[in-house]
Antibody
Framework: QVQLLQSGAEVKKPGASMKVSCKAS????????LHWVRQAPGQGLEWMGW????????NYAQKFQGRVTMTSDTSITTIYMELSRLRSDDTAVYYC???????????????WGQGTMVTVSS | EIVMTQSPATLSMSPGERATLSCRAS??????LAWFQQKPGQPPRLLIY???TRATGIPARFSGSGSGTEFTLSISSLQSEDFAVFYC?????????FGQGTKLEI
């Protein structure tokens, strides 16, 4: 079945960088946009951006421009999200999520990874 | 950015009752509106997309309606497993945005 499997929890110090991976299986990764969404403890959901695994092209939410980098490696059906210059308010669960329709940007997310908890603390 | 506002923040219901959750967009999102259910420690689960289409495997007791700026999620007869937090999301404009959530509690 279609699955997204994320890397494990991380603890980082302020100012450091984090990199979370998301491995897709059960479908053709190059056909669907993949998104990153985060959720701070006890808070709501915040979209960070997407990547088109077909050509590696990303689109980032303005809030994260300059700090986030999303990449893909289709040979191992994996995408990555790197966030730099971490602050304490970056502490959150980070999710990858698959776009529902093939080749469609304006689409919601039908499959989610299990989430990766990242804690930023000195 | 489009602001999504959900109401109420908390809804206290009993099993078997009908629940109605609301979501309002600060500008029109046409029908590019989704609803998610999230239980503690789990990722969100897609319930409704296109404002009114149930996602694969979602029971018929869940229904969505609305267009433009006003949307509703209805659960016709609450089951014990339905109690969770529900989020609406617009995907008509960047950045995609979510409401702050409605907690449906027993």
């Amino acid at each position: 079945q279609v699955q997204l499997l994320q890397s494990g929890a991380e603890v980082k110090k302020p100012g450091a960088s984090m990199k979370v991976s998301c491995k897709a299986s059960g479908y053709s990764i190059t056909g669907y946009y993949l998104h990153w969404v985060r959720q701070a403890p006890g808070q709501g959901l915040e979209w960070m951006g997407w990547i088109n695994p077909n050509n590696g092209g990303p689109n980032y939410a303005q809030k994260f421009q300059g700090r986030v980098t999303m990449t893909s490696d289709t040979s191992i059906t994996t995408i990555y999200m790197e966030l730099s210059r971490l602050r304490s308010d970056d502490t959150a669960v980070y999710y990858c999520a698959k776009g529902r329709s093939r080749y469609e940007i304006w689409e919601t997310f039908d499959i989610w990874g299990q989430g990766t908890m990242v804690t930023v603390s000195s | 950015e489009i602001v999504m506002t959900q109401s109420p923040a908390t809804l206290s219901m009993s099993p078997g009752e009908r629940a109605t959750l609301s979501c309002r967009a600060s500008q029109s999102v046409s029908t590019k509106l989704a609803w998610f259910q999230q239980k503690p420690g789990q990722p969100p689960r897609l319930l409704i997309y296109g404002a009114s289409t149930r996602a694969t495997g979602i029971p018929a007791r869940f229904s969505g309606s609305g267009s433009g700026t006003e949307f509703t999620l209805s659960i016709s007869s609450l089951q014990s497993e339905d109690f969770a937090v529900f989020y609406c999301q617009q995907y008509n404009n960047w950045p995609y945005t979510f409401g702050q959530g409605t907690k449906l509690e027993i």
